[in-house]
């Protein structure tokens, strides 16, 4: 298992620490650090721009639900 097949398993702190470090190795790390950081990055980013998404979401979710329980009540 590649650490790109575990990126779904990974709790958002696990998800930026790995970002953050793949950010780090793609400037400073050997010659294979470097690709895979850059390997990772795109997935990295992609994952973390999902849950962003998922969080407004649910966020936006919370308070209609919260308006409509508000209105209900009046």
């Known amino acids: 298992m590649t650490i790109g097949d ?3 398993d990974l709790s958002d702190k ?3 620490s790995l970002h953050a470090n793949a950010v780090r190795l ?3 790390g050997s010659a294979i ?3 895979q950081a850059e390997e990772l990055l795109p ?3 992609f994952a973390l721009e999902e849950r962003r998404l998922a969080r407004i ?3 936006v979710e919370t308070r209609r639900a919260s308006a409509r329980s508000k209105k209900a009540s009046t």
Do not use: C, F, V, Y
């Open 33 to 35: 650090q470097r690709q």
């Open 14 to 16: 696990e998800l930026e």
């Open 43 to 45: 997935l990295l980013g």
């Open 6 to 8: 575990r990126i779904p």
């Open 57 to 59: 979401a649910t966020q």
């Open 26 to 28: 793609k400037d400073s």
